[in-house]
């Protein structure tokens, strides 16, 4: 049985060689590029951008419109607070004064 004797040097760079020159004729073979459909791919591009901004834009926008709810939903419920604040003040002094005025 014969030893395993792997690819020379040489053959490795004429292989390299080989499949450089079949990459090279497979691109030249490829069809030109038409210009009418690379134009509608460009505008198909920017439509998609366009309506990805408008979507980005929307977005934003309501989460804009759901922050400004949430503050004044905030702003509201703060102010019903000052409101229990001051009608537990007044309870509170209504029972001292009952206190007092019993004695």
């Known amino acids: 049985m014969k030893a ?3 690819p020379s040097y040489q053959d490795r ?3 390299a060689a080989e499949a450089k020159q079949k990459a090279l004729d497979r691109l030249k073979a490829r069809p030109p590029v ?3 459909e690379l134009a509608t791919r460009r505008e198909a591009g920017l439509a998609r951008e366009a309506a990805q901004a408008e979507r980005r834009a929307a977005r934003k926008a309501e989460e804009e419109r759901v ?3 949430r ?3 905030a702003e509201q419920e703060a ?3 000052a409101t ?3 009608e537990r003040k007044a309870a509170r002094d209504a029972r001292y004064a009952a ?3 019993r004695r």
């Open 34 to 36: 038409d210009e009418a």
């Open 79 to 81: 102010a019903g607070r």
């Open 99 to 101: 206190r007092k005025s």
């Open 67 to 69: 922050a400004a709810a």
């Open 71 to 73: 503050a004044a939903e």
């Open 13 to 15: 760079v004429e292989r």
């Open 84 to 86: 229990s604040e001051e």
């Open 4 to 6: 395993y004797k792997g």
